[in-house]
T-cell receptor
Framework: DAGVTQSPTHLIKTRGQHVTLRCSPISGHKSVSWYQQVLGQGPQFIFQYYEKEERGRGNFPDRFSARQFPNYSSELNVNALLLGDSALYLC???????????FGSGTRLTVV | GESVGLHLPTLSVQEGDNSIINCAYS??????FIWYKQESGKGPQFIID?????DKRQGQRVTVLLNKTVKHLSLQIAATQPGDSAVYFC??????????FGKGTLLTVNP
């Protein structure tokens, strides 16, 4: 079975641009969460979606938004990119919401 | 507030030794804890989890201990192998189903 898949794997953007990151959860998983991992630190929670509804939001500015589609895949959008947005963006899926989070390999975003 | 921290940022062991990685958490309301292993350039890989109604759980070569009295979590790896070298994170589940991660411990296994 395929795990959590994220695309693209790497991305370089210029300050002020917009970016869309994509995530496909494990088949049968209805919950998707997004995390930001800055080099040398642990992942920081951004959003969680369950059954296409936002169930949680971390301390990130409104430039960050996300959505979940009927097939449970998800997109993370970041507007007006800043240099500080450079990080590894991780997607995690789980079957029944609160337990068993499985992470993808992430998207490495570099803002120049 | 919620926070998870690690006592040791780095740990170096000899191949075949047992490793113990420790973690302190501050949110007494957290009900679920996970240990992840992260290799360079990869996403966190699930190792083992434990719910707050348990104090010990064993997997293959790994054991997690939870002490709710002192809000302490540990990961024990038996017969550590070079392939175990990675950064290990503990994470707690608090409000809004989010996971709060610590800073991580770098485990280095010397042959």
């Amino acid at each position: 079975d395929a795990g959590v898949t994220q695309s693209p794997t790497h991305l370089i953007k210029t300050r002020g641009q917009h970016v869309t990151l994509r995530c496909s959860p494990i088949s049968g998983h209805k919950s998707v969460s997004w995390y930001q991992q800055v080099l040398g630190q642990g992942p920081q929670f951004i959003f969680q979606y369950y059954e296409k509804e936002e169930r949680g939001r971390g301390n990130f500015p409104d430039r960050f938004s996300a959505r979940q589609f009927p097939n449970y895949s998800s997109e993370l959008n970041v507007n007006a990119l800043l240099l500080g947005d450079s990080a590894l963006y991780l997607c995690a899926s789980s079957a029944d919401g609160p337990y068993g989070y499985t992470f993808g390999s992430g998207t490495r975003l570099t803002v120049v | 507030g919620e926070s998870v921290g690690l006592h040791l940022p780095t740990l170096s062991v000899q191949e075949g030794d047992n490793s113990i990685i420790n973690c302190a958490y501050s949110n007494s309301a957290s009900d679920y804890f996970i240990w992840y292993k992260q290799e360079s350039g990869k996403g966190p890989q699930f190792i083992i989890d434990i719910r707050s109604n348990m104090d010990k759980r064993q997997g293959q070569r790994v054991t997690v201990l939870l002490n709710k009295t002192v809000k302490h979590l540990s990961l024990q790896i038996a017969a550590t192998q070079p392939g175990d070298s990675a950064v290990y994170f503990c994470a707690e589940r608090g409000s809004n189903y989010k996971l709060t991660f610590g800073k991580g411990t770098l485990l280095t296994v010397n042959p």
